[in-house]
């Protein structure tokens, strides 16, 4: 049996605050496969659990799924420390057995390229250096968050689609913008510096593909906002893939149950 994806690359889950969308990311996993899974940074949100956050069934659920995984199609997973799950420095490196093991960064060589993967947070100074600012921006964020919450609550009693009010504003605001030009130009500086060809990151929650300066720059994007993964074909071709257009209502009850996978593909490349 044949997995959908070689590689599948996904990060900033945030599991453990109000905004974690573990109940897709879950339905995401049972409905794809792949040989290699990279969970890139913030899976697990330990600044909101520290302010109170709460970890649920579903959010176990995650990992859960992730093991199913690893016994059912052998896949590789590798867990990269993010800003928001920084405690894992304290066990930096670690290895599991032959399939799971925890890292700061990694080196994906695929079809004849070489990618080098990292959370991004390395780039981030507010982050990096100045902790208790980057907790006020946690704060406002949340609170971002759940103003979108409730305002996609009033838009669907209206019949209309969701929208991402949080991620209108970041692309509005100019210093965001900014920040985020140079966050991606920076990261392909690095790729450069490494002799990669290539970087995947997350951090920013922006899905992105795009060349910048001969370096291949790609974003797993988020499970907050977005609801995106990075997915690696086995001719090594990369695209996004986009959750909400996923139709699982006949899949999810018995495709894990059954020997087959899903024959076609129903994602949207964005």
């Not at 922006?206 to 001719?235: P, Q, R």
Request: proline fraction near 2%.
């Amino acid at each position: 049996m044949r997995p959908t994806y070689k590689t599948i690359v996904i990060s900033d889950l945030h599991l453990g605050s109000k905004g974690a969308k573990a109940k897709e990311v879950n339905e995401f996993l049972r409905a794809n496969s792949c040989h290699q899974l990279i969970l890139n940074g913030d899976i697990i949100d330990g600044w909101q659990l520290k302010k109170g956050g709460s970890w649920k069934k579903k959010h176990t659920g995650f990992f859960r799924a992730v093991l199913k995984m690893m016994d059912r199609f052998d896949t590789e997973v590798i867990y990269l420390r993010g800003n928001h799950d920084d405690f894992l420095d304290q066990i930096l490196p670690l290895k599991i057995g032959k399939q799971f093991s925890i890292r700061q960064d990694y080196m994906l060589d695929s079809h004849g390229k070489k990618y080098f993967i990292t959370h991004g947070d390395i780039f981030d100074s507010i982050t990096s250096q100045m902790k208790w600012l980057a907790y006020l921006g946690d704060i406002g964020y949340t609170f971002l968050l759940w103003l979108n919450k409730w305002y996609n609550q009033y838009r669907s009693w209206q019949g209309k689609p969701y929208y991402s009010l949080s991620q209108v504003i970041k692309q509005k605001v100019k210093a965001a913008v900014n920040f985020i030009s140079d966050f991606e130009e920076k990261l392909a500086e690095l790729a450069k510096a490494k002799e990669a060809d290539g970087i995947i990151c997350g951090h920013i929650h922006k899905a992105e593909i795009k060349e910048i300066d001969g370096i291949t720059y790609m974003n797993s994007g988020d499970w907050v906002e977005s609801l995106t993964a990075l997915v690696e074909t086995h001719a090594g071709e990369w695209k996004l893939i986009d959750y909400p257009s996923f139709d699982l209502k006949s899949e999810l009850s018995d495709i894990w149950a059954d020997s087959s996978l899903p024959s076609k593909e129903k994602v949207a490349v964005i």
